[in-house]
């Protein structure tokens, strides 16, 4: 049985408490912020499991398709999420995007699962949205990746601070350095893009709604099609 699978059935477990209608909210909070820490943990032990570990695994490759509309605005948030699990993005173009994800098969896995759901998460976000102009929409999605980002790193460096510090920092360096490798050898001529924003409100609107959502994978309530990271190469 995969460490994931025993994870994912604990957080499960916390979001069922926080997501019940019974729930009181104080609790609520508790049991999401928990669910929230043990996703951020669960990448450092294995980090620290893998460095012990006379087996080494290699980082993978999976492939993932980004539908319009707004596609390069959803690889923020697939960046997001990716880059605080020691994931790294590579993006193929076009309005309709295929990406390459690499990295070790558990975080994969965690990517997958929080992505789809901050995925859902962000469109219940727009869906209540005043405004509806493309360019509001594009950069609403873009706060809400950055906003999600910036929480990500900071339950990142907290959970490492607490694991113990220096050790835990030289495996996911490690961790981290397997991975550019891996990246380097499959991509070697790659290129960083930029990206844009024309409407400033819709930024700000997506970053308050970003400041909410829930940072643990589950069903958040929120309904809509799954999307796969699928084993393969670019």
């Given at each position: 049985?995969?460490?994931?699978?025993?994870?994912?059935?604990?957080?499960?477990?916390?979001?069922?408490?926080?997501?019940?209608?019974?729930?009181?909210?104080?609790?609520?909070?508790?049991?999401?912020?928990?669910?929230?820490?043990?996703?951020?943990?669960?990448?450092?032990?294995?980090?620290?499991?893998?460095?012990?570990?006379?087996?080494?695994?290699?980082?993978e490759?999976?492939?993932?398709?980004?539908?319009?509309?707004?596609?390069?605005?959803?690889?923020?948030?697939?960046?997001?999420?990716?880059?605080?699990?020691?994931?790294?993005?590579?993006?193929?173009?076009?309005e309709?995007?295929?990406?390459t994800?690499?990295?070790?098969?558990?975080?994969?896995?965690?990517v997958?699962?929080l992505?789809?759901?901050?995925?859902?998460?962000?469109?219940?976000?727009?869906?209540?949205?005043s405004?509806?102009?493309?360019?509001?929409?594009?950069a609403?999605?873009?706060?809400?990746?950055?906003?999600?980002?910036?929480?990500?790193?900071?339950a990142?460096?907290?959970?490492?601070?607490?694991?113990?510090?220096v050790?835990?920092?030289?495996?996911?360096?490690?961790?981290?350095?397997?991975?550019?490798e891996?990246?380097?050898?499959n991509?070697?001529?790659?290129?960083?893009?930029?990206?844009s924003?024309?409407?400033?409100?819709?930024?700000?609107?997506?970053?308050?709604?970003?400041?909410?959502?829930?940072?643990?994978?589950?069903?958040?309530?929120?309904?809509g099609?799954?999307?796969s990271?699928?084993?393969?190469?670019?």
């Amino acid at each position: 049985m995969q460490v994931a699978d025993t994870v994912l059935a604990r957080i499960r477990k916390l979001l069922a408490v926080a997501e019940h209608p019974a729930t009181p909210p104080a609790e609520a909070e508790s049991a999401a912020r928990a669910a929230e820490r043990l996703i951020v943990k669960h990448a450092i032990d294995e980090a620290l499991l893998s460095a012990r570990s006379e087996t080494r695994r290699r980082p993978e490759l999976r492939s993932l398709v980004i539908d319009a509309p707004y596609a390069s605005a959803k690889v923020v948030l697939l960046s997001a999420v990716a880059s605080a699990h020691g994931v790294r993005v590579i993006t193929h173009g076009g309005e309709a995007s295929r990406a390459t994800l690499v990295g070790f098969d558990s975080d994969l896995r965690m990517v997958d699962l929080l992505y789809t759901s901050l995925l859902l998460q962000a469109a219940s976000g727009l869906r209540r949205q005043s405004s509806s102009g493309r360019a509001y929409r594009r950069a609403f999605l873009i706060g809400f990746a950055a906003e999600v980002g910036d929480r990500l790193r900071q339950a990142r460096v907290a959970a490492v601070a607490a694991s113990g510090g220096v050790s835990t920092e030289v495996a996911l360096r490690n961790r981290d350095q397997e991975v550019t490798e891996v990246l380097e050898e499959n991509f070697p001529r790659l290129r960083t893009s930029r990206i844009s924003i024309s409407d400033r409100g819709g930024l700000i609107a997506g970053r308050k709604s970003g400041a909410a959502a829930n940072l643990a994978t589950g069903d958040n309530g929120l309904s809509g099609a799954r999307a796969s990271i699928a084993r393969g190469g670019s």
